[in-house]
């Protein structure tokens, strides 16, 4: 029930109007600038449009990581990487690795998916994901 143009919309039309309309007006020194922001902004269209499944994914395999425990698992999983808590346990450390690939391309795909495309992974995610 918004008003048209919705926030994509609006988003989309700031971007290309920053690229086409005010870029060429800048110095060349603020190019660089103008195009960190409109990447800035196609990262946020991106994670506004993608689903949040790999992150209930991603809790999901913590969890399993972690049978039992609570609080933040992922803070508690980064600070386990850290330490080293994982290389004496090939079956945990298959389960670390599984769970940094499955964030690394869900990251991927939202912060840079032109990254992800040039080296083979489409949507279905390619490569063994």
Avoid: C
């Amino acid at each position: 029930m918004r008003d048209l143009p919705n926030s994509l919309d609006l988003l989309a039309l700031g971007r290309e109007l920053l690229l086409d309309e005010l870029l060429p007006l800048l110095p060349p020194g603020r190019e660089r600038d103008v195009h960190l922001i409109a990447t800035a902004m196609a990262i946020v269209a991106r994670e506004a449009l993608a689903d949040d499944d790999w992150q209930r994914e991603i809790d999901e395999r913590l969890a399993d990581l972690y049978k039992g425990q609570d609080g933040d698992l992922l803070r508690r999983f980064t600070a386990d990487l850290r330490n080293g808590a994982f290389e004496t346990s090939p079956s945990r450390a298959a389960a670390a690795r599984a769970i940094l690939w499955r964030l690394t391309i869900a990251k991927l795909r939202e912060g840079n998916p032109q990254f992800l495309a040039a080296n083979g992974f489409g949507r279905a995610g390619g490569k063994g994901e």
